[in-house]
């Protein structure tokens, strides 16, 4: 069995998109991944595309603590990007907090 994490936080982030629209918010989100591949605390950036919801994408994150969140979703980048969904998304993202426990690559 696995330690628990030391800090680690993560989240899972449900983006609907506008109807038809999901394949041009999925592209517009590379944007967000590049940003999220220069920032040191943030370690896993994963998106996700549902089958059954078809006017959605999902965000797996996991950050090395509560700090690289912060820095996350507070630097002008990030809120640059998300002012540029405003043409795909149909609304705020939906957070989900979590904290992991254990698991392989934790």
Known sequence: MSAPTGGKV??????PAQPGKRDALVEALQAAIDN?????????YILHTDPKDPDAVLFYEL???QDA????GSSDRFKEIGATLREF???????????P??????
């Open 10 to 15: 993560a989240v899972l982030a449900r983006i």
């Open 36 to 44: 999220a591949n220069t920032e040191a605390g943030t370690l896993l």
């Open 63 to 65: 950050y090395a603590d």
């Open 69 to 72: 969140l912060t820095a996350h």
């Open 89 to 99: 998304a149909a609304g705020r993202p939906e957070l989900t907090m979590l904290t």
């Open 101 to 106: 426990v254990i698991g392989k690559g934790l």
